[in-house]
């Protein structure tokens, strides 16, 4: 199917992958960023990308409260944990919506890594689109067969279909807002079954 330019605002993708509610919420994040982050680097990594028209809902840093809420998460992550992120090689995301998180992780993280997002195919499609855009289609693979490799140093967008099959690599970083716990049974157990809790997760 065909995608609008102004994708994030069709109802079912923002209800379903877009945090918009603003107001106290929205506030006491940024709070928390502006006491850990410089203003130029807020800037840097908050400013939205003109592909599915966000709503911008903080014109200070142009920025949308889905970006905001994703940068809260992995800067808080790091505040309580001192995880030192840059010596990840391997990140994983189990469910990457439409791919904001991992290209907030790119621009708080630009070291080299292999990120890999695990998601339905459709979503998988998604992903591609926007990340190819905002990245660079060359910073992005899709794998689209069951023999597919995961590259290295890439954004790599499997689809739940091949786990199987494709051969993952350890993880140093395991990541999951809201989709393992939406998610079935079986896939929960194939993820217990990886070891990943073992590895550092932001949940």
Same mark, same amino acid.
């Given at each position: 199917?065909? /995608?609008p330019f102004s994708?994030?605002?069709?109802? #079912?993708i923002a209800y379903n992958m877009v945090?918009?509610?603003g107001g106290v919420c929205l506030r006491r994040? *940024? =709070?928390f960023l502006e006491q850990l982050v410089t203003k130029p680097l807020l800037h840097a990594w908050l400013e939205e990308d003109y592909i599915g028209t966000p709503r911008l809902i903080n014109v200070t840093y142009r920025t949308s409260h889905n970006s905001v809420h994703h940068l809260y998460h *992995? #800067?808080?992550?790091?505040?309580?944990?001192?995880? %030192?992120? =840059?010596r990840s090689q391997v990140i994983v995301e189990w469910g990457g919506g439409y791919g904001n998180l991992a290209k907030i992780f790119r621009r708080w993280q630009p070291s080299s890594y292999t990120y890999i997002i695990i998601d339905t195919p *459709?979503?998988?499609c998604l992903q591609w689109l926007y990340l190819s855009v905002v990245l660079g289609s060359d910073r992005v693979h899709l794998l689209q067969h069951s023999f597919d490799d995961v590259r290295v140093g890439k954004v790599n967008l499997l689809p739940v279909s091949f786990i199987e099959q494709v051969k993952l690599p350890p993880a140093d970083l395991f990541i999951s807002t809201w989709a393992l716990s939406e998610s079935s /049974? =079986? =896939? %929960?157990?194939y993820v217990w079954r990886c070891r990943w809790f073992g590895a550092n997760h932001l949940l």
């Open positions: 199917p065909k /995608l994708f994030l605002r069709v109802p #079912v945090v918009t509610s994040e *940024l =709070a *992995l #800067v808080r992550f790091y505040h309580r944990t001192r995880y %030192q992120v =840059a *459709l979503f998988t /049974l =079986a =896939a %929960q157990d």
